[in-house]
């Protein structure tokens, strides 16, 4: 069976059959991880972490929707996977940036 998905740029149309389909289709996960990339960028302007570019946190949101499709399971919850996926971009980035916070803090308090 081939799977297709219509209407990309609205992520809302994703079934869950699309994203188990995509957990083995590479193609499948990268139009979805695509489809994701104003999400991405909405939440990768707000973090600014010393060492990582735009490009460079825009690769991590996108890994993070990767690891959203591939830990989805459609019988826990019932926000559908578009909103399981943003929140997964968003504590992806907020763990990121606690992590090289507090690695900045204790570089510092070494350094004093």
Request: aromatic share 14%; charged share 20%.
């Amino acid at each position: 069976m081939k799977t297709t998905l219509t209407a990309m740029t609205k992520t809302s149309f994703l079934s869950d059959a699309d994203i188990l389909a995509a957990r083995t289709n590479a193609s499948l996960q990268g139009r979805i991880v695509l489809s994701f990339d104003r999400v991405i960028l909405k939440y990768a302007q707000n973090y600014h972490i010393d060492g990582y570019s735009l490009r460079d946190m825009i690769q991590e949101g996108r890994i993070a929707v990767l690891s959203a499709i591939n830990t989805y399971d459609p019988t826990q919850g019932r926000e559908g996977f578009r909103r399981y996926a943003q929140t997964s971009v968003f504590m992806w980035f907020y763990n990121l940036y606690r992590h090289y916070s507090i690695s900045f803090e204790a570089r510092c308090d070494v350094a004093a």
